[in-house]
């Protein structure tokens, strides 16, 4: 079973601090992704990655960045982050191209105060 | 780029009935059709998909119809459970890098 983790569940940080969320996954994927889950709102992309070092913006990058310096592993970062960016982050895995089938990771719930 | 309409937003059965969730999306170079079910505290975990040359897919008590020409697809779950209870989320393809637009998503409540 593919297997996705992420490195926390729950997340407190003030206004301004800089956040690192991690993301591993265990299935050799080449795609990994970073949503966000808001009510009313689904999910929306923030970034993806095709490859080691590779990332392209997904539908609301504002105020995030990404590395992947690793294959099995996603990091989302929050540069100063905001009251607004207070939400779910769900992490997901998809294998090479033309394999869409992504798997998700439990989500960390990130509160910003 | 692709946009993803889901319908309802809430939907209430009783036990045993049948339920349906519909989407439809945009872009017509789409061709995969995954649907998520997402419990409370959980991630989303993929429950059934759908590829364009296939009209319809079963898998025990869930279904996955597309229609191309009008460019919608359902989920239909019959002799519903309590533990069918859950938000369910209907996505397309969108790209050549994977990347799937996502409903808003349907809260499905059945009770017993």
């Known amino acids: 079973d593919v297997k996705v983790t992420q490195s926390s569940r729950y997340l407190v940080k003030r206004t301004g601090e800089k956040v690192f969320l991690e993301c591993v996954q265990d299935m050799d994927h080449e795609n990994m992704f970073w949503y966000r889950q808001d009510p009313g709102l689904g999910l929306r992309l923030i970034y993806f990655s095709y490859d080691v070092k590779m990332k392209e913006k997904g539908d609301i990058p504002e105020g995030y960045s990404v590395s992947r310096e690793k294959k099995e592993r996603f990091s989302l970062i929050l540069e100063s982050a905001s009251t607004n960016q207070t939400s779910m982050y769900l992490c997901?895995?998809?294998?090479?191209?033309?394999?869409?089938?992504?798997?998700f990771g439990p989500g960390t719930r990130l509160t910003v105060t | 780029g692709e946009n993803v309409e889901q319908h309802p937003s809430t939907l209430s059965v009783q036990e045993g009935d049948s339920a349906v969730i519909k989407c439809t999306y945009s872009?017509?170079?789409?061709?995969?059709f995954p649907w998520y079910k997402q419990e409370l505290g959980k991630g989303p975990q993929l429950i059934i998909d759908?590829?364009?040359?296939?009209g319809e897919k079963k898998d025990q008590r869930i279904a996955v119809t597309l229609n191309k020409t009008a460019k919608h697809f359902s989920l239909h779950i019959t002799e519903t459970q309590p533990e069918d209870s859950a938000v369910y989320f209907c996505?397309?393809?969108?790209?050549?890098?994977?990347?799937?637009?996502f409903g808003k998503g349907t809260m499905l409540l059945v009770s017993p």
């Open positions: 996505a397309a393809s969108s790209s050549g890098y994977s990347t799937l637009t």
């Open positions: 997901a895995s998809a294998g090479g191209a033309g394999r869409y089938e992504q798997y």
């Open positions: 759908i590829r364009s040359n296939v």
């Open positions: 872009d017509s170079a789409s061709n995969y």
